[in-house]
C-alpha cells in the first residue's frame, strides 16, 4: 500500500485524511468538499453516529466513505467490517463505484450483493472477506438467512435513503439485519425525509448523533419547472412535441405505473426517439443495460417510475418530465432533481389533468411558492375542465413553450372526475 504524497493540495486537506485516500481523492477529480461533506466528514472520523438529511446529488456518498475508509486503513483484515444498505441495486452499485474510485490506492476490498443476479458469485465474492458490503436489504437477509454472510465484526452501518426503503417496504427487513449486527458500532443514516417511521428508527439506532440537515423542499434553483394543464388523451403529443424540441438533449420521463412506463417507451420508440423504458421487475442485466445507454448516450430518454428511478444519477439530464404527476409532494422534488445536477441548468415538466388540483395545492404549500403555468400552442387545455389552480403567487421556474396563466375561478366541473391522484397510495416492492 503506498503512503505517496499526493500531487494537488485540495480543500479536503482540512480533514488529515491519510495521503493514500488524498490520492484516490484528487483521481475522483474532487476539489473542494461539499457542505454535507464538511458536516459529516469529522464527526465521521471521531467514530459518531451521523443523521444526515439530505437528497441524492448532494454528495452525501463520500460524506461516509472518506471516514470510513480513512479508519480501515488502521483495521486488521478479515471479513466485512462496514455494511452500507441501499434501496435498489442502482443505488448499490453507484455507493460501491464511488467507495472504489475513492480507495483505488488502498488494498481494501468491497463487493455488492442484491437480488435479480446469481446469488452463488456474490457467496464466491464473499469469501474473499471483503472489508465492505453493500447491498440491499432483500439479499442480506438472503444470505445471513444461509450462513453465508458474518456480520460479527461489522463496526459500521450506513443505511442510506432510508425513507425510500421506507417507501419500498424494507424496514422489518432492516430491523431484522441490525438484530444480525454486534451492538457496539457506528451508525449512519441518511434519508432525504423524515416520515414517522424512519424517525423512530433513527431514535432507536442513532446516540447522541451528529445531525447535518440540508434536506429542501424547495426545487434547486438551477432547476426551471412548470405545469402544463392538458387533457389526458394528449399527454403523449404534447410529450413528443417537447422531446423534439432542440432544448432537450436528453431526459428522464416519469410515470405512474410500470407497465405504463414500458408501454410509453415503445411507443416512443415507434415514433422515432432513442427511448429506453426502466421498470422495477426487468431483470438485472436489462436493468444494467439500459442505464448504460442512457449514460452514454445511446438512449436520449428513459421512461421510468419512482420506484425503478431510484439511484438514477446522471449529471447531464436536460429535462425532467413527469407525465404523470407524483404520488406526493414531496416526490416533486426528488423527481424534478434528477435534472439541474452539479451547477448545470435543467428544466421539469409537468403534465396536469383536472384530476390533479389537490396534488397542485399540497405541492405549492410544500415548496412554499406558486409553479408558474405554461401552455404551448397546440396544446391549449380543455376548457370544459377547469385547470389546477394555485391559492397564492410566488417566484417560479420556467421551461420551453409560451407562457400560460392560472387566472381565477373557472367554475366547476359538472363531469366525473375519477380518483384523486394525491391519494394513489404507495407502491411497495421486496427485492429479492
Given at each position: 500500500?503506498?503512503n505517496?504524497?499526493?500531487d494537488?493540495?485540495?480543500?479536503f486537506?482540512?480533514f488529515g485524511l491519510?495521503?493514500?485516500?488524498m490520492?484516490?481523492?484528487s483521481?475522483a477529480?474532487?476539489?473542494?468538499?461539499?457542505p454535507?461533506?464538511v458536516?459529516t466528514?469529522?464527526a465521521?472520523l471521531?467514530?459518531?453516529d451521523v443523521?444526515?438529511?439530505?437528497?441524492?446529488?448532494?454528495g452525501?456518498?463520500?460524506?461516509?466513505a472518506?471516514?470510513?475508509?480513512?479508519?480501515?486503513l488502521?483495521?486488521?483484515?478479515?471479513?466485512?467490517?462496514?455494511?452500507?444498505l441501499?434501496?435498489?441495486?442502482e443505488?448499490?452499485?453507484?455507493?460501491?463505484?464511488?467507495?472504489?474510485?475513492l480507495?483505488?490506492f488502498?488494498r481494501?476490498?468491497?463487493?455488492?450483493?442484491f437480488g435479480?443476479?446469481?446469488i452463488?458469485n456474490?457467496i464466491d465474492?464473499?469469501?474473499?472477506r471483503?472489508?465492505v458490503v453493500?447491498g440491499?436489504?432483500?439479499?442480506?437477509l438472503?444470505?445471513?438467512g444461509q450462513g453465508?454472510?458474518?456480520?460479527?465484526?461489522?463496526?459500521?452501518?450506513?443505511?442510506?435513503e432510508?425513507d425510500?426503503?421506507?417507501d419500498?417496504?424494507?424496514l422489518?427487513?432492516?430491523?431484522r439485519?441490525?438484530?444480525?449486527?454486534?451492538?457496539?458500532r457506528?451508525?449512519?443514516?441518511?434519508?432525504?425525509?423524515?416520515?414517522?417511521?424512519?424517525?423512530?428508527?433513527?431514535?432507536?439506532?442513532?446516540t447522541?448523533p451528529?445531525?447535518?440537515e440540508?434536506?429542501?423542499?424547495?426545487?434547486?434553483s438551477?432547476?426551471e419547472?412548470?405545469?402544463?394543464?392538458?387533457?389526458?388523451?394528449?399527454k403523449r403529443?404534447?410529450?413528443e412535441?417537447?422531446?423534439?424540441?432542440?432544448?432537450c438533449?436528453?431526459?428522464?420521463?416519469?410515470?405512474r405505473?410500470?407497465?405504463?412506463?414500458r408501454?410509453l417507451?415503445?411507443?416512443?420508440?415507434?415514433a422515432?426517439h432513442?427511448?429506453v423504458?426502466l421498470?422495477?421487475?426487468?431483470?438485472?442485466?436489462?436493468?444494467?443495460?439500459?442505464?448504460?445507454?442512457?449514460?452514454?448516450?445511446?438512449?436520449?430518454?428513459?421512461?421510468?417510475?419512482?420506484?425503478?428511478?431510484?439511484g438514477i444519477?446522471?449529471?447531464?439530464?436536460?429535462?425532467?418530465?413527469?407525465?404523470?404527476?407524483?404520488?406526493t409532494?414531496e416526490?416533486?422534488?426528488h423527481?424534478i432533481?434528477?435534472?439541474?445536477?452539479?451547477?448545470?441548468?435543467g428544466v421539469a415538466?409537468?403534465?396536469?389533468?383536472?384530476?390533479?388540483?389537490?396534488?397542485?395545492r399540497?405541492t405549492e404549500r410544500?415548496?412554499?411558492y406558486?409553479?408558474e403555468r405554461r401552455?404551448i400552442?397546440g396544446f391549449?387545455?380543455?376548457?370544459?375542465?377547469?385547470?389546477p389552480?394555485s391559492?397564492?403567487?410566488?417566484?417560479?421556474g420556467?421551461?420551453q413553450?409560451?407562457?400560460g396563466r392560472?387566472?381565477g375561478?373557472?367554475g366547476?366541473?359538472?363531469?366525473n372526475?375519477g380518483?384523486?391522484?394525491?391519494?394513489?397510495?404507495r407502491n411497495?416492492?421486496r427485492a429479492?
Amino acid at each position: 500500500m503506498s503512503n505517496e504524497v499526493h500531487d494537488a493540495s485540495t480543500g479536503f486537506d482540512r480533514f488529515g485524511l491519510k495521503q493514500v485516500l488524498m490520492r484516490g481523492i484528487s483521481a475522483a477529480g474532487f476539489v473542494d468538499p461539499r457542505p454535507i461533506q464538511v458536516e459529516t466528514i469529522p464527526a465521521g472520523l471521531e467514530g459518531r453516529d451521523v443523521l444526515g438529511l439530505a437528497q441524492t446529488g448532494t454528495g452525501k456518498t463520500a460524506a461516509f466513505a472518506l471516514p470510513i475508509l480513512d479508519r480501515l486503513l488502521d483495521a486488521s483484515p478479515g471479513g466485512p467490517r462496514v455494511l452500507v444498505l441501499a434501496p435498489t441495486r442502482e443505488l448499490a452499485n453507484q455507493i460501491a463505484a464511488e467507495m472504489s474510485t475513492l480507495s483505488r490506492f488502498t488494498r481494501l476490498k468491497m463487493i455488492t450483493i442484491f437480488g435479480g443476479v446469481s446469488i452463488v458469485n456474490q457467496i464466491d465474492a464473499l469469501r474473499r472477506r471483503p472489508e465492505v458490503v453493500v447491498g440491499c436489504p432483500g439479499r442480506v437477509l438472503d444470505l445471513l438467512g444461509q450462513g453465508k454472510l458474518d456480520l460479527g465484526r461489522v463496526d459500521t452501518l450506513v443505511l442510506d435513503e432510508a425513507d425510500h426503503m421506507f417507501d419500498m417496504g424494507f424496514l422489518p427487513d432492516i430491523r431484522r439485519i441490525i438484530g444480525a449486527l454486534p451492538e457496539r458500532r457506528q451508525n449512519l443514516l441518511f434519508s432525504a425525509t423524515m416520515p414517522r417511521d424512519i424517525r423512530r428508527l433513527a431514535d432507536d439506532l442513532l446516540t447522541d448523533p451528529q445531525v447535518v440537515e440540508l434536506a429542501d423542499s424547495s426545487p434547486a434553483s438551477t432547476i426551471e419547472h412548470a405545469l402544463y394543464s392538458i387533457p389526458e388523451r394528449r399527454k403523449r403529443d404534447l410529450l413528443e412535441h417537447m422531446l423534439s424540441h432542440n432544448s432537450c438533449t436528453s431526459a428522464i420521463v416519469f410515470t405512474r405505473t410500470k407497465h405504463r412506463a414500458r408501454r410509453l417507451a415503445e411507443q416512443l420508440e415507434k415514433a422515432g426517439h432513442r427511448a429506453v423504458g426502466l421498470q422495477g421487475n426487468m431483470s438485472q442485466a436489462n436493468r444494467d443495460r439500459a442505464m448504460r445507454g442512457f449514460r452514454n448516450g445511446q438512449y436520449d430518454v428513459m421512461v421510468a417510475t419512482d420506484i425503478a428511478a431510484r439511484g438514477i444519477d446522471v449529471s447531464a439530464v436536460s429535462h425532467v418530465i413527469n407525465f404523470d404527476v407524483p404520488n406526493t409532494p414531496e416526490a416533486y422534488t426528488h423527481r424534478i432533481g434528477r435534472t439541474g445536477r452539479a451547477e448545470l441548468s435543467g428544466v421539469a415538466c409537468t403534465f396536469v389533468t383536472s384530476n390533479d388540483t389537490d396534488w397542485v395545492r399540497a405541492t405549492e404549500r410544500k415548496i412554499g411558492y406558486s409553479i408558474e403555468r405554461r401552455q404551448i400552442d397546440g396544446f391549449e387545455p380543455d376548457r370544459s375542465a377547469p385547470e389546477p389552480r394555485s391559492q397564492n403567487r410566488g417566484r417560479s421556474g420556467g421551461s420551453q413553450g409560451n407562457r400560460g396563466r392560472s387566472s381565477g375561478n373557472r367554475g366547476r366541473n359538472s363531469g366525473n372526475r375519477g380518483r384523486n391522484s394525491g391519494n394513489r397510495g404507495r407502491n411497495r416492492r421486496r427485492a429479492a
